[in-house]
């Protein structure tokens, strides 16, 4: 009987077409590189398997920075929205967040439809269980040069017996750094490779947890991904289990709302993307709702904690602190009367709500008798049942902050399988991932994105410089530049490095150097525009509520006072050209809070320098005499490449970085002098 197999050569491997894997796969097939992205179901292409929304506090951030380099996400919820708001108007520009309510079916559709006309990307219904690798301190003829294909698993360990002659360092001694050649699906298909990027998200040996009940899959009973993780350890890769969950959908006609507070929409909606125009996401929008929990809703939870899973023991993986379940809310914050619960509709097609900070793991007939004490839910049928997922996950300080594993060339990580929670982070991450992929096969240098750049600096470095034991979740208190870091000003800030890249068009680009001149014109007009203690300006402050003029002023500081806007000022300022609405937007800010930002740029400017400060991945930290037990203990494990990554690192102090600092001017001194020598030697 003859058995066939297939074999496919592609440059890209995508696993996993959750958010980091969509953003990811189509990084690297608009790069001009063949990629297929695998997934366990093709219907649940950018599945949104908790809350049907984007952006947020901060999360409006990451949006569009991710639009801003060239990705997907915020153009596909400008297509599907069905309610958009931007949140902390009331406080300054900085935490401005937009957060836009998902059509979550439509919004899983319209990214497949993309998906599935981008040139270069093939969608693979399969479950990946297997890379393929080589030793690269192994000779491609050695028989233990790793997980070769057509073999169906390890062939073992290299001793360094090679081919007589070689001269290559055996996997003990050398660098055990690996290479990735491929993967295996269950099936046994073999895709050969350049670069495979994981994007498993929840999926890793997942389990869902309900009460009593568990089920071994996925989120929303898809089938679970149960044979990776064992590859992942063969190569030497550090796993850690985790859990979220997600809340209850019930039967919109089953609900009160009268008893409920409605939310609305904005009346003016900001677009997430830079390139959809304003005026085409100008739709009606429908309605959520807030209500609150009560002393009943928290005395039936006390009540059955006993049954929940994650107070039993029967969950191992560690929770979000920042999402808790509503157990956890009852129990930690037992001084809390009341909590804030959103009913926010799922689709326009569909009558299930999403019941929004009320998830649980709570068993079936303790969450009807919880939900149902609730105003507005007394009559609730639940649609599908609140429950609590555990799965696997990657230790993310294994990973540069490329998102490339330090001992695996060609193996890239995004996502919820790094550690992290919540869509747009995932998101993020995996268009980070796949752009350096792509990178990394061009021959180009990949990119980093610093903490002083973007929030997605602040997201990756914090991931892979500090300990995190839960699953992440960024916040705006998380950037110490937030001020730089705004919303508003994404595209001026990352554009550039999307062009670069290659994911942002000439067009585009153009627009944005465009919009960055005219901004640093009308700033230098305003400036040097003066105004003068005349009647007019007087009578105008006073009707303004503005401090009369003691002499001329400029029309600059006028706009520093914040009773006064740009578009007020206009009956002083008659000789303006108009201006687009961004490009003033930017003129206000950069004005109003011209000391703050200039003091941060200054931070900004010292923070650089020691991020400038490289340090050799070889550096043998046992040689740096005088640093601290823990802080070489944890120098040796996180291998940070900058100064700057090592002072972010828990358990190295100050005192450590100076000496750090003594050394690695020492060390490039001395190898300074050995190259010379070295040169002068061969001429």
Known sequence: MC???IREKVDVCVIGAGHAGCEAALACARMGLETVIFTVSVDSVALMPCNPNVGGSSKGHLVREIDALGGEMGKNIDKTFIQSKMLNISKGPAVHSLRAQADKAEYSRAMRKVLENQEHLTIKQAEVCEFLWEDMDCPASCSMAGNQEGEGKYKGKCEGKHLEGFSGKSLDNGTGKKKITGVRTFTGAVYACKAVILCTGTYLRARCLCGEAITYTGPNGLQAANYLTDSLKKLGIEMRRFKTGTPARMDKRSLDFSKMQEQFGDERIVPFSFSTDPEDVQKEQVSCWLTYTNEETHDVIRRNLDRSPIYAG?????GPRYCPSIEDKVVKFADKERHQVFIEPEGLHTNEMYVGGMSSSLPEDVQLAMYRTVPGLENCKIVRNAYAIEYDCI????????LEFKDIKGLFSGGQCNGSSGYEEAAAQGLIAGINASLSILGKEQITIDRSEAYIGVLIDDLVTKDNFEPYRMMTSRAEYRLLLRQ????????????????VSEELYGETLTKKKMIEAEIGRLKKQTVGASRKVQDF???????ALKTGTTMAELMCRPEL???????????RQPLPHDVIEQVEIELKYEGYITRQLRQVQQFRKMEKKRIPQDLDYKDVKSLRLEARQKLIAYRPVSVGQASRISGVSPADISVLLVYLEQYNRKRETDNSLTEGNMG
């Open 314 to 318: 029967i969950i191992e993986g560690t």
């Open 488 to 503: 508003d000003n994404a595209d001026l800030r990352l554009r550039e490095k999307g062009y670069r890249a290659g994911l």
């Open 541 to 547: 402050l006073t009707a303004k509520g503005s401090p």
């Open 565 to 575: 806007s740009y578009s007020e000022l206009e009956e002083l300022d008659p000789g």
């Open 3 to 5: 058995s066939m197999q």
């Open 395 to 402: 230790n993310p300080r294994q990973l540069y902050p490329t």
